[in-house]
């Protein structure tokens, strides 16, 4: 069973990544964005950018009170230099 502390960390984290994904128009039932995001073995992209943001939160100073900018600021800036990459 969950202990409550790791209850709220994991949704938390699934908060943040609803608002990743809202916040750039994501299809959170789609699988376009499993292998930009996630490890490759995730069903769809909600479960892909929540892994993502479980793994990014780390980077970012525990002093802000609301992350969910910079997380857009990585998100968009991982996807750019995939383009890039791809063109």
């Not at 802000?64 to 791809?86: A, G, M, S, T, W």
């Amino acid at each position: 069973m969950e202990t409550s502390t790791t209850y709220q960390a994991n949704q938390y984290i699934q908060n943040l990544a609803e608002g990743v994904m809202t916040s750039n128009s994501v299809d959170a039932i789609s699988n376009s964005l499993v292998a930009i995001y996630g490890t490759g073995q995730e069903k769809n992209n909600r479960q892909a950018i929540q892994f993502w943001v479980d793994k990014t939160i780390e980077e970012i100073p525990a002093c802000l009170e609301n992350p969910l900018p910079v997380l857009n600021d990585y998100f968009r800036q991982r996807l750019e230099e995939i383009i890039e990459l791809n063109s």
